[in-house]
């Protein structure tokens, strides 16, 4: 037997046990590996997060996980990607805030909130007010009050224009009805730098992004936009405390395009619920300075169904509706 | 002092074994188009999870030097920039390799990245904490003030002024394709997602340098009898070391600097350094065709910001650049916070880092100079072959870089661009230098423009903004004063 047959025998042998196996696969999901396409660039939060979970799914659902990047657009290329990929369970996605809720009210966007199947939510960041360096406050009561006595005047880093922390502090000015001056960094560090350096007046980031830096003393919490008061700045005031009813987080989860089958869609909620409350997972998410709210497919579908209609309130009154049609 | 009791462990075999792994697997990487020093170290980390800290840190840190240190291998061989930051060594490095000289090239390349990391390293090792407060003094200012001091290289770095200046326009135009930094506006977008976020830089440089010369080799090609290069030695001779050891310390000295400042980073060191280099240069018309302290100015430089990018990080937990925000998350998962306290609380990790750093500058010095004579086959590959592998390489380093099809167009395009640069003189250095600084320019301006109230003041107060602000000026008069003291001399002869 020549080589060239010997290669097309065991090619159609490969072709028949594939064909097999593709037939068996009905009843045990997963056959292959499973693919979660993160919409942002590789080594971010929401990355590790998700490389994080790949690493610890893998027990659950009996199959590795991949994670794939695919950035760019604010995250909507990739999260465009994972709602227009075939509904077979194999193609998940991390569901984040900023694409999911508030990018579609800009315009220029190919999909919207009814195309998400929302598997679970894994965790939120929590949305922090710091007084930088120099500034003229350093509390909650001294931040307001100087709000409103200066309106425009404080100067906010934000992570990026449209984004969700400049949204939280557009929401939070007009829940509080006080005027601040957004200015948009290139990312969450960029503000903090800044805010550390006091070329900016406040900054709003997650409790992660400035603890580091309030342990030094370089610049100091004022309030978070939570229910309850937080774990790592137990003596930080809540907005509402402020006397500020508003609360918001940013957050991320698992999503897949509508019409998964209802036994791919159990299985892959049940392992992401076990692996959202392993320990080791929890674990290291934590020293990743990563919140995790493990929340089941319908109440992340509400979570993120709420937060789209703040945005939309908020980025009409920016006038940054639709600018992007 | 107990120093020393911190720096034995980092040379235990597992360590040396990893951080040697490291290197490698980041040489390896940097080569590549399409895989970059940041992908690298954020690919690797979940390896990571269950190494002891020393252990995966270093590894870490190895794939970084390692990964900076790679990019000049492609972009002398083959014009291609395996990583950003080692595009302006395409401008020399290439231009020797043509001239047979590849391994010298690739020999100096390895020696400047040794030394510039050496020194960097030690920086960071000794005056870590002292400097790190650099790190603080840029606002919008003073980062404006530096992209201006940047862009006025265009003019001294292309022999045509008018010419020079044109590219440069029209690379601050194309930088502002995408998201409008302030308002978040798509801008010259025409509705097209994949364009969402601008072009993407590393195919917009692929396309820039190594497509266009592929255009420029078939043409080549078809018109004459293309001989075989020949190759000599991989030890620069006494010759090009004496000429090169100002542009290596100068470079060094630069990407050091380059390197601490947050939000810039290798790309910006090397052309700096490249600039810097050729105007200290008694012989700055060498420049460009294939000149030794070229190639040893960029590498220097860029390999330095490595080291001196974990400054910030460790001493304030603010990152340097790209790859050290990566680095961030990777010591966050070890459940060590970055900052001021990191140095007290953990002296052990600050010092195997930066023992670490040491070991993996050397590592790479070994595993380049042994390598360049492996690297230098690719020439031997008939060039015909080897044309039609660089076109494959360019379309799957731009997609595998982000999986978006538009970053092919984005490659085509600024390919078929610097053909045209390429054959009517245009400098694509000075379109690749404004990709770089018109966006850190644009928002600083606009930036600093919303926090002074609109008062154009603040780009002339402060001391690190009026020094650029002075060396701009003087950077744009100096082609100037050498045209005319030319003409004089000219006149007098």
């Keep these: 037997m020549s080589f060239l047959k010997k290669a097309a025998v065991a090619g159609f042998g490969a072709c028949l046990i594939a064909t097999f196996t593709g037939a068996a696969s009905a009843q045990q999901f997963p056959v292959r590996p499973v693919q979660v396409v993160v919409p942002y660039a590789a080594g971010g939060g929401t990355d590790l997060s998700a490389r994080i979970m790949a690493d610890t799914i893998e027990k659950y659902l009996g199959q590795t996980m991949v994670v794939r990047n695919q950035p760019g657009g604010g995250g909507s290329i990739g999260t465009s990607v994972v709602l227009h990929s075939r509904a077979d369970g194999y193609t998940l996605g991390m569901g984040a805030q900023g694409p999911l809720a508030m990018l579609p009210h800009y315009g220029g966007i190919d999909y919207s909130l009814d195309e998400v199947e929302f598997l679970a939510l894994m965790g939120r960041n929590l949305m922090v007010i710091a007084s930088c360096r120099g500034a003229p406050f350093g509390n909650a009561e001294e931040f307001l009050t100087h709000a409103k006595a200066n309106p425009g005047a404080i100067r906010v880093g934000n992570s990026g224009a449209g984004g969700a922390n400049h949204i939280a502090m557009e929401g939070f000015a007009s829940a509080a009805d ?16 800044a805010c550390v350096g006091g070329h900016i007046d406040a900054v709003v980031a997650s409790p992660a992004e400035v603890l580091p830096q309030v342990q030094a003393g370089n610049i100091k919490p004022v309030l978070v936009m939570e229910e309850s008061r937080i774990e790592q700045f137990p003596d930080m005031p809540t907005a509402i405390e402020a006397g500020v009813d508003f609360t918001w987080s940013s957050w991320k989860g698992i999503i897949a395009p509508k019409g998964l089958p209802e ?63 | 002092m107990d120093v020393l009791q911190y720096i034995i462990p980092v040379f235990a075999p597992e360590v040396l074994w990893v951080i040697a792994l490291g290197t490698l697997g980041g040489i390896v990487i940097g ?72 391994g010298k090239a690739l020999g100096m390349a390895t020696i400047a990245s040794f030394v510039g990391g050496l020194i960097a390293a030690i920086v960071l090792a000794t005056l870590a904490p002292q400097l790190a407060s650099l790190a603080l003094a840029f606002g919008p200012a003073e980062y404006f003030a530096l992209a201006l001091f940047g862009l006025a290289i265009i003019a001294s770095l292309s022999g045509d002024l008018l010419k020079g200046a044109i590219a440069g326009m029209l690379g601050v135009l194309l930088s502002c394709v995408g998201a409008d930094p302030i308002s978040g506006a798509a801008r010259y977008t025409f509705g097209i997602t994949g364009f969402a976020s601008g072009f993407s830089f590393t195919p917009a440089l692929i396309g820039l340098f190594a497509l266009s010369e592929v255009f420029v080799q078939i043409e080549k090609m078809l018109n004459e009898r293309v001989e075989k290069l020949k190759i000599s030695g991989i030890w620069p001779s006494r010759k090009d070391l004496r000429e090169s050891t100002g542009a290596m310390l100068r470079g060094s000295f630069i990407g050091t600097i380059i390197g601490i400042v947050p939000g810039t980073g290798s790309g910006t060191a090397s052309w700096i350094s490249y600039n810097e280099a050729r105007r200290a240069s008694k012989t700055p018309e060498k420049f460009g065709t294939g000149h030794m302290p070229g190639v040893a100015a960029t590498e220097s430089a860029n390999n330095a910001v490595c080291a001196s990018a974990l400054i910030p990080l460790l001493a304030l937990g603010i990152p340097g650049d790209v790859v050290t925000a990566v680095l961030m998350g990777g010591l966050m998962i070890q459940g060590l916070a970055p900052g001021p306290m990191l140095f007290q609380e953990r002296p052990d990790i600050i010092v195997g880092i930066f023992a670490g750093t040491f070991i993996a500058t050397v590592f790479m010095f070994i595993f380049g100079m042994l390598g360049i004579r492996l690297f230098t086959k690719i020439l031997s590959v008939p060039k015909n072959i080897l044309t039609i592998s660089i076109v494959v390489f360019c379309f799957i380093g731009s997609y595998a870089i982000n999986l978006n099809v538009a970053d092919l167009y984005t490659m085509i395009g600024f390919g078929v661009l610097g053909y045209f640069m390429q054959k009517f003189g245009f400098s694509q250095a000075a379109l690749c230098i404004a990709l770089i600084l018109g966006p850190m320019a644009e928002s600083n301006l606009r930036l600093g423009l919303m926090s002074a109230n609109d008062n154009l003041a603040l780009f002339f107060s402060g001391p690190i903004t009026i020094t650029f602000m002075v060396l701009t000026v003087l950077s744009l008069l100096w082609p100037l004063y050498q045209n005319w003291k030319a003409r004089t001399r000219e006149r007098s002869a």
């Design chain 1, 263 to 325: 036994d791919v869609r159990l299985k892959l909620a049940d392992a992401l619920e076990k692996t959202f409350q392993d320990e080791t997972f929890i674990q290291r998410m934590n020293e990743l300075g990563e919140f995790i709210d493990y929340r089941p497919g319908p109440a992340y579908e509400e979570l993120a169904r709420r937060d789209s209609g703040i945005a939309e309130t908020v980025i009409r009154d920016l006038g940054m509706y639709g600018m992007n049609k």
């Design chain 2, 31 to 102: 080569a590549l188009p399409g895989l970059t020093a940041t992908m690298g170290v954020a690919l690797l980390i979940p390896l990571t999870f269950g190494m002891a800290p020393i252990l995966g840190l270093n590894m870490l840190i190895g794939i970084y030097i390692g990964g900076i240190y790679g990019g000049c291998i492609s972009s002398i061989l083959v014009r291609t920039p395996g990583t950003p930051s080692s595009a302006a060594t395409v401008l020399d490095g290439y231009p020797l390799a043509q001239k047979g000289m590849a």
């Design chain 1, 178 to 193: 006080i005027k601040v001056r957004s200015m948009p960094f290139q990312g969450s560090s960029a503000a903090v730098t």
